[in-house]
Structure formats: structure tokens, C-alpha cells
């Protein structure tokens, strides 16, 4: 079965910072992993994905996420953390069996950045 | 990018009663939609995938009745909850795949928030 875990249910960096969610995932088979970000009272927006191709994804608003395969990570990384970056961030994995292809969530990592 | 409407945006309803939620897929066809609920602080939980022309296949312990799911065409998936209580009370939240597009990506509406007095 697959399944995701998200390492830190609360992030606070400081402004300029690294920002580093971490997310642990468990397939059987070759997964796809997605990050996304959800603003206070929005909806959910892909930040980044990976679909077996390039190990390191980048995506928007300067993020970025290495697939380790090894240590079964998919990390989010941010070099200089800004104000607007505040939000909940979710990493999820696609069950590739059958038809519906459903996301499988991990719990998500609220990220608070300092002034 | 595709876009994916919700309507409404928020609502506020009497114990009792019945709401409507409209998930539109704006510019592509989505042969599939999902539901999610999302309670305060937490991930989303998936409640249910819509298929257009076909039932909806609910998640473990969710309630078919309580939660009225019909997708009658390609760019509508509407959700129902019926006999609305407080603790229905919720951000609902839905997802549509672009078939057309590589790895079925699926995007998100921006929810609907939900509160029964």
C-alpha cells in the first residue's frame, strides 16, 4: 500500500532562510509524487511534481524537490524563505492502480515565516 | 492552465436543509472528478470519485445518501449534502483530471466553506 508522511506538522523559519518540508513516502511500485500549497482559505495549488523523469523537479515560486529513491524522500526545498511563502504544504503520492488514479495525502506542514 | 470553479465559495445554512455545490472543469473535458473534505488544521480526506455518466464510488465511511454526488457531464460534478447538521461543517474541496494532459494531473477548485447553524 502506499502511503505519505510528512516530518513536522509546524515549520517557522525566518525570513531569507532555508525552508526545508520534509516528506517520506512508501510504494511498491515507481510512485508520483506531487507537492502542493494551500493559502488560508483556498483551494490547493501544484507547486511541483515528479513523474519518474528528472530526479531533481523544480517548480514554481523558486521551489524545488529531489526524488531519493534510496531514502524513499521527495523533500521540498526553498533556498531564501519570503513573507508571501506562509501557507500549509501538502505531499502526496498517486496510486497508479486501476482507473481513478487517487492521490494518497500526507497530513500536511504548516510553514510560518519570521520577519 | 486548466481552471476548476467552485460554487459557492462559502455558505452558510440551517440545520436541516439541503446544499449544492458546483465543481466546474472551466476549459477541459474531465472524464473524472474527486471530492475532498478538509477539517480545520488537516489534510484533505477524499470522500468520493466521479465519473461523468456513472455512479460515484464513495470512500470507506463515507455516507452515499448523506452526501449526493451526480456527474452529468463532462464539465460538472456536483456534490449534495443532504439534511445538512453542524457537524458537516467543513471546507469541501474538488479535484478534476485533464485526461488530456501527461500523468492525468488533476487540479483544484478553491473549496467551498460550509457552516450549519
Known amino acids: 500500500a502506499q502511503s505519505v508522511t510528512q516530518l513536522g506538522s509546524h515549520v517557522s523559519v525566518s525570513e531569507g532562510a532555508l525552508v526545508l518540508l520534509r516528506c517520506n513516502y512508501s510504494?511498491?511500485?515507481?510512485?508520483?509524487l506531487f507537492w502542493y500549497v494551500q493559502y488560508p482559505n483556498q483551494g490547493l495549488q501544484l507547486l511541483l511534481k515528479?513523474?519518474?523523469?528528472a530526479t531533481l523537479v523544480k517548480g514554481i515560486n523558486g521551489f524545488e524537490a529531489e526524488f531519493k529513491k534510496s531514502e524513499t524522500s521527495f523533500h521540498l526545498t526553498k533556498p531564501s524563505a519570503h513573507m508571501s511563502d506562509a501557507a500549509e504544504y501538502f505531499c502526496a503520492v498517486r496510486l497508479n492502480a486501476g482507473n481513478n488514479r487517487k492521490l494518497i495525502w500526507g497530513l500536511g506542514t504548516s510553514l510560518a515565516v519570521n520577519p | 492552465g486548466a481552471v476548476v470553479s467552485q460554487h459557492p465559495s462559502w455558505v452558510i445554512c440551517k440545520s436541516g436543509t439541503s446544499v449544492k455545490i458546483e465543481c466546474r472543469s472551466l476549459?477541459?473535458?474531465?472524464?473524472?472528478m474527486f471530492w475532498y473534505r478538509q477539517f480545520p488544521k488537516q489534510s484533505l480526506m477524499l470522500m468520493a470519485t466521479s465519473n461523468e455518466g456513472s455512479k460515484a464510488t464513495y470512500e470507506q465511511g463515507v455516507e452515499k445518501d448523506k452526501f449526493l454526488i451526480n456527474h452529468a457531464s463532462l464539465t460538472l460534478s456536483t456534490l449534495t449534502v443532504t439534511s445538512a447538521h453542524p457537524e458537516d461543517s467543513s471546507f469541501y474541496i474538488c479535484?478534476?483530471?485533464?485526461?488530456?494532459?501527461?500523468?492525468?494531473?488533476?487540479?483544484f477548485g478553491p473549496g467551498t466553506r460550509l457552516t450549519v447553524l
Open positions: 479535484s478534476a483530471r485533464d485526461p488530456s494532459r501527461s500523468h492525468n494531473e488533476q487540479f
Open positions: 515528479y513523474t519518474s523523469a
Open positions: 510504494s511498491s511500485v515507481p510512485p508520483y
Open positions: 476549459d477541459f473535458q474531465a472524464t473524472t
